[in-house]
């Protein structure tokens, strides 16, 4: 049985000994892959993998950390979020255990609640994704639940003072991919509304522009939801050639976590021009098939 992934999100970039305090509640208890942190979007984004159990013991202690170390009414950052671990997902590696990623998110979001008395919002993208719950910010949040439009699917019905409320669910593995601009901020934001699926762009990527002062550039950030349908080097594409139309350049692209190796062999492919190259081509991948 392969283990269940989570890429739990906390609303901290810049204070070093909160993410490490983050990272220490997680190691004893699941195995952490990859840490990364981004100071203009003041968010650390963990990858852990493990059992349900596992998973739920280190989610449950990095929330609470977060709950004593962040506080969301001092908080600045380029990044929407409505809690100090704003967003929590569980992930199947493979399509057949979304049921058990399911019950784990369930499983976590219980204990959430009832240990921590946060407020636990499940979505289910992309009909409900962290964006339903974000806009507006947390006023706008709290609105919603005081008026009764909107009711957590755990725990009190009322945002934390600090650290907000927890979105947490099961979800398709995804990549969090952003692309650097030299240009104006209005330039980022006409470009991710060209490339997002709302706007008629890329089936499944979700895009926002957003400014990082403390880099010096503005970014398209994405999240790609379906890799097969839309391959990160036609997105890049696409981005540079709008961007270049409006007087902006590419100065590169980031990865946020970890990605399927399918995807990057997709990509490697387009790039060498190696007709039919995909995820079979790749050796290791085929050792792992058996």
Same mark, same amino acid.
């Given at each position: 049985m392969l283990p269940l992934e989570s890429v739990p999100n906390f609303s901290?970039?810049?204070?070093?000994?909160?993410?490490?305090?983050?990272?220490?509640?997680?190691?004893?208890?699941?195995?952490?892959?990859?840490?990364?942190?981004?100071?203009?979007?003041?968010?650390?984004?963990?990858?852990?993998?493990?059992?349900?159990?596992?998973l739920a013991g280190a989610l449950v202690a990095a929330v609470q950390v977060a709950l004593d170390r962040i506080d969301l009414g001092r908080h600045q950052g380029a990044h929407p979020r409505i809690g100090a671990a704003d967003v929590v997902p569980i992930v199947p590696l493979r399509p057949g255990d979304m049921d058990r990623a399911r019950a784990t998110a369930a499983l976590v979001g219980g204990r959430i609640a009832d240990e921590l008395g946060l407020p636990v919002f499940v979505y289910s993208p992309p009909e409900r994704g962290p964006a339903f719950y974000r806009r507006g910010g947390t006023a706008e949040l709290q609105r919603r639940l005081d008026a009764g439009e909107l009711v957590p699917d755990f725990g009190p019905p009322r945002l934390h003072e600090s650290a907000g409320g927890v979105i947490l669910g099961a979800r398709h593995p995804l990549i969090a991919f952003n692309v650097n601009l030299r240009g104006e901020l209005s330039v980022a934001r006409e470009v991710a509304a060209l490339v997002r699926e709302k706007g008629g762009g890329f089936p499944g990527v979700r895009a926002l522009g957003l400014d990082l002062p403390r880099a010096g550039f503005v970014q398209v950030s994405m999240n790609v939801e379906?890799? =097969? +349908?839309? &391959?990160?080097?036609?997105? *890049?594409?696409?981005? #540079?050639? =709008? +961007?270049? &139309?409006?007087?902006?350049? *590419?100065?590169?692209? #980031?990865?946020?976590?970890?990605?399927?190796?399918?995807?990057?062999?997709?990509?490697?492919?387009a790039a060498l021009r190696i007709d039919g190259f995909d995820q079979s081509h790749v050796l290791e991948l085929r050792l792992l098939d058996g």
């Open positions: 901290e970039g810049r204070d070093a000994a909160t993410i490490a305090a983050l990272g220490a509640a997680i190691r004893p208890r699941a195995r952490l892959l990859d840490v990364h942190a981004d100071e203009d979007h003041n968010r650390s984004v963990f990858t852990l993998v493990g059992s349900e159990e596992e379906d890799w =097969e +349908a839309a &391959a990160l080097h036609d997105i *890049v594409a696409r981005i #540079e050639h =709008e +961007a270049s &139309a409006r007087g902006a350049e *590419v100065v590169g692209s #980031e990865l946020v976590g970890l990605m399927p190796a399918g995807a990057a062999a997709a990509a490697a492919g």
